[in-house]
């Protein structure tokens, strides 16, 4: 598999070139360095982790007109080029598809171990010092105000009114990134979302501390 996991670095990041700074090759890096971390602590399919660690945001639906079709199709192809197994490639896919944050509601209630490590790698990347990094430049890149007193932030927002939602950045924080804590899947994911889930908080204290200027 070790050739093979080359071969979808390199397709990876040929394919995420020039992609919104939060979603680009570093991000899917960082996600598939923290899975293998986590995978440490489990008992999985160490090859599924990694090769859905990598092809995990493929064809974002949020970058391809909200369409979730393409990045199986595009994974699938690319993984029968490889000559993976079949029984590798379902899981593969069954894990690209229902790892989203905004599905969640939709996903099986039984998740396979290996999903449940990559979805914890991609939540952590979207809290902490990075999170916050990456939210606010995922906010400039769709001009969404930083931060707007009189909007509230909407909780249990349905899959349609979030990916609609034209929020503030500062209310991204509260509609998920201080959630994704509570939803980590493994041990280890809690451990490492606890120290990030802090950080931001702090954050948010002093965010609000300098915007109140009295
Ligand atoms: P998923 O890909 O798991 O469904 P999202 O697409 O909601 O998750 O978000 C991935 C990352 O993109 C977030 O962690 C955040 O950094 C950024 N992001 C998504 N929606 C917003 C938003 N409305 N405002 C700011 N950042 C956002
Ligand atoms: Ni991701």
Same mark, same amino acid.
């Given at each position: 598999?070790?050739?093979?996991? *080359?071969?979808?670095?390199?397709?990876?990041?040929e394919?995420?070139?020039?992609?919104?700074a939060?979603?680009?090759?570093?991000?899917?890096?960082?996600?598939?360095k923290?899975?293998?971390?986590? !995978? +440490?602590?489990?008992d999985?399919?160490?090859?599924?982790? +990694?090769?859905?660690?990598?092809?995990?945001?493929?064809?974002?639906?949020?970058?391809?007109?909200?369409? *979730?079709?393409?990045?199986?199709?595009?994974?699938?192809?690319?993984?029968?080029?490889?000559?993976?197994p079949? =029984?590798?490639?379902?899981?593969?896919?069954?894990i690209?598809?229902?790892?989203?944050?905004?599905?969640?509601? +939709?996903?099986?209630?039984?998740?396979?171990?290996?999903?449940?490590?990559?979805?914890? !790698?991609?939540?952590? =990347?979207?809290?902490?010092?990075?999170?916050?990094?990456?939210?606010?430049?995922?906010g400039?890149?769709?001009?969404?105000?930083?931060?707007?007193?009189?909007?509230?932030?909407?909780?249990?927002?349905?899959k349609?009114?979030?990916?609609?939602?034209?929020?503030?950045?500062i209310?991204?924080?509260?509609?998920?990134?201080?959630?994704?804590?509570?939803?980590?899947?493994? =041990?280890?994911?809690?451990?490492?979302?606890?120290q990030?889930?802090?950080?931001?908080?702090?954050?948010?204290?002093?965010?609000?501390?300098?915007?109140?200027?009295?």
């Amino acid at each position: 598999m070790k050739s093979t996991i *080359e071969n979808t670095v390199k397709f990876v990041k040929e394919k995420l070139e020039g992609a919104e700074a939060g979603h680009d090759w570093y991000h899917i890096e960082r996600v598939w360095k923290l899975s293998k971390k986590i !995978a +440490e602590t489990e008992d999985c399919n160490h090859d599924v982790v +990694e090769l859905s660690a990598l092809l995990h945001d493929i064809a974002d639906p949020k970058f391809h007109n909200g369409d *979730e079709t393409i990045a199986p199709k595009i994974a699938r192809e690319f993984l029968e080029e490889q000559q993976v197994p079949e =029984d590798v490639i379902e899981k593969v896919l069954f894990i690209i598809k229902n790892i989203s944050f905004k599905n969640r509601a +939709e996903a099986p209630a039984e998740l396979p171990i290996e999903l449940k490590i990559v979805q914890d !790698a991609d939540r952590i =990347d979207a809290i902490g010092a990075i999170g916050i990094g990456r939210t606010f430049n995922f906010g400039g890149f769709k001009n969404n105000p930083m931060y707007d007193p009189e909007v509230q932030p909407s909780l249990n927002m349905s899959k349609d009114e979030y990916k609609k939602s034209n929020g503030t950045t500062i209310n991204h924080f509260y509609e998920k990134l201080l959630l994704l804590k509570d939803l980590m899947n493994t =041990d280890k994911g809690k451990e490492i979302a606890q120290q990030r889930h802090d950080y931001m908080l702090g954050f948010l204290d002093q965010f609000f501390k300098e915007w109140n200027v009295d």
